[in-house]
T-cell receptor, first 113, second 113 residues
Framework: DQQVKQNSPSLSVQEGRISILNCDYT??????FLWYKKYPAEGPTFLIS?????DKNEDGRFTVFLNKSAKHLSLHIVPSQPGDSAVYFC????????????FGTGTRLTIIP | ETGVTQTPRHLVMGMTNKKSLKCEQH?????MYWYKQSAKKPLELMFV???????ENNSVPSRFSPECPNSSHLFLHLHTLQPEDSALYLC????????????FGSGTRLTVV
């Protein structure tokens, strides 16, 4: 039973437009959420995170939104650039320690020049 | 370069073989992790070592045997694997167990034939 779901395996967006990646979760005990980015032949790298006490966190072109009532978070990338083409993983945690992280299956984002 | 190095990058082994995966970090991190990524599945945590002590074994079959001889090196010993064990095996490290910005290695793509 997947507690963190990324229902869109892939997404294509025109360069310069907004990319919106979605993530849903089922465990109401999750209190910290993260996004990781993975290029082919490389490991995932941390991108941005948000605590459950917030509903938005921004870092440059990347913004994560959290809707606790809907158990939904999203990552917005604007404007999208070709270098953003990668697989994006959503992860959630329900306590102290990285062993508490639960990952989604990932969404492959392709930015079309 | 994330500072976490995994070797080999690719490995093909028979079901009766014994092989080892190696992970190395010289970031001064105290925690190291093994993850498994199978096709269309989320990243699954396998093992966690904190200050060279195993703190998590996520119900991993005994045909996978981790070893952490020092805080910079982590091994995953493999024996009598099954074809369904074919996956990408990722190593990660972090300063402490709660450091979410934890770098991953590029992974070992394992194929069991």
């Amino acid at each position: 039973d997947q507690q963190v779901k990324q229902n869109s395996p892939s997404l294509s967006v025109q360069e310069g437009r907004i990319s919106i990646l979605n993530c849903d979760y089922t465990n109401s005990m999750f209190d910290y959420f993260l996004w990781y980015k993975k290029y082919p032949a490389e490991g995932p790298t941390f991108l941005i995170s948000i605590s459950s006490i917030k509903d938005k966190n921004e870092d440059g072109r990347f913004t994560v939104f959290l809707n606790k009532s809907a158990k939904h978070l999203s990552l917005h990338i604007v404007p999208s650039q070709p270098g953003d083409s990668a697989v994006y993983f959503c992860a959630a945690s329900d306590g102290f320690g990285n062993e508490k992280l639960t990952f989604g299956t990932g969404t492959r984002l392709t930015i079309i020049p | 370069e994330t500072g976490v190095t995994q070797t080999p990058r690719h490995l093909v082994m028979g079901m009766t073989n014994k092989k080892s995966l190696k992970c190395e970090q010289h970031l001064g991190h105290n925690a190291m992790y093994w993850y498994k990524q199978s096709a269309k599945k989320p990243l699954e945590l396998m093992f966690v070592y904190n200050f060279k002590e195993q703190t998590e074994n996520n119900s991993v079959p005994s045909r996978f045997s981790p070893e952490c001889p020092n805080s910079s090196h982590l091994f995953l010993h493999l024996h009598t694997l099954q074809p369904e064990d074919s996956a990408l095996y990722l190593c990660a490290s972090s300063q402490d167990r709660d450091d979410r910005n934890f770098p991953f290695g590029s992974g070992t793509r394992l194929t069991v034939v």
